[in-house]
């Protein structure tokens, strides 16, 4: 992210807390990154987690994958003292039988089940962050899972018993980051759903996490349009100059540094890049192609506008490499270390 959220390579972190790692889909690569990331945390700075799973499921793992790895079954409190010393394991939800790349009726129980208990240990002040590996939503859903993904999911886990927060999806990286104000919809209904209401309560929590989260002290936007060309006046669609463009005047109202509707094609050169701490894009693709494409390895994804810090890796569950040893833990690694830096920002 231009401006100082990308995280430090090789750094190390000193933390009181750890943070809860969960599980993510068990037939899927998290473990296998879960595992390298303890195996690599002192060449690369790794601070202090616990993985909420099963310890017997991570060993078989480990031998899949050819790796020594020490194992240790402890609690929340434990994790910090025994990390540079053994992987802590922290037991939730019933014991996964998915073997790798084939997901079985066990995975969404125990996905589901360590992040419920990630997001209780952080809210009992017993975890620093969340950090929540790939999940498979296509398993999810057969189990009966109605949420359209994490996100959603854990600002439902938010506030017991209160109406959920609004969740912002940032995907960030040293390189680019970027907001999608609609998510996992189709484009239909990206378009439909698409408001000025919308941008602007997107962008004002986005405005509100760099601030506290990430000490950038007066955020620039560029603020995607909709239509090609941010819509040429009109000539390729209205949705520019009768949404868009009125969310970036209240934006600006509201003295906050915004641009736009900018023409998305031309948004995420490396020069345009320079002008802007974020790109506030109006549906999933304008934003995950771009940094996809440019950070694949070490890109973040971050839920902003949640009473925790919640971070991801910015990939899938890889079924077809799942215990196989080809995984790379660059994106995990990264996500580890932005939710401790973030967690050790001043309140």
């Not at 209904?189 to 002290?217: C, K, P």
């Amino acid at each position: 992210m231009q401006g100082g959220a990308g995280g430090e390579k090789g750094a190390t972190h000193e933390m009181s807390k750890p943070l809860a790692l969960t599980i993510g889909e068990p037939a899927g690569i998290g473990p296998d990154i879960a595992i390298e990331a303890w195996r690599r945390r002192d060449d690369l700075g790794v601070p202090p987690f616990y993985l909420l799973g099963d310890a017997g499921y991570m060993a078989d793992r480990a031998k899949r994958l050819g790796v020594e790895v020490t194992l240790a079954p402890t609690d929340a409190a434990g994790a910090v003292e025994i990390f540079a010393d053994a992987m802590p394991i922290v037991p939730v939800g019933p014991v996964p039988t998915a073997a790798p790349g084939r997901p079985d009726d066990s995975s969404a129980p125990v996905a589901l089940a360590a992040i419920r208990q990630a997001v209780a240990d952080v809210t009992a002040g017993r975890a620093a962050a969340v950090v929540t590996n790939p999940i498979a939503k296509s398993v999810l859903y057969r189990a009966g899972f109605r949420h359209p993904g994490h996100t959603e999911f854990l600002a439902e886990l938010a506030v017991d018993g209160a109406p959920a927060p609004m969740p912002v999806m940032m995907l960030c990286s040293p390189t680019l980051a970027v907001v999608p104000v609609t998510i996992h919809v189709s484009l239909r209904d990206a378009i439909a759903q698409l408001t000025t209401d919308l941008i602007v309560r997107t962008a004002r929590i986005l405005v509100t996490d760099l601030t506290a989260r990430f000490g950038i002290a007066k955020p620039r936007l560029a603020v995607a349009g909709l239509n090609p060309h941010a819509g040429e006046s009109g000539s390729l669609g209205s949705e520019d100059q009768a949404i868009v463009a009125p969310a970036v005047e209240i934006l600006r109202a509201d003295g906050i540094d915004a641009r736009g509707p900018l023409p998305a094609d031309t948004m995420f050169h490396a020069a345009a890049r320079k002008s802007y701490n974020c790109a506030v894009c109006m549906y999933h693709d304008q934003a995950l192609i771009p940094i996809k494409t440019l950070a694949f390895d070490d890109g973040v994804n971050v839920t902003l506008g949640l009473p925790f810090i919640r971070t991801s890796p910015d990939h899938g569950t890889a079924f077809g490499i799942a215990g196989s040893s080809a995984a790379n833990p660059s994106s995990l690694v990264a996500a580890l270390k932005l939710a401790a830096r973030m967690a050790s920002a001043p309140a």
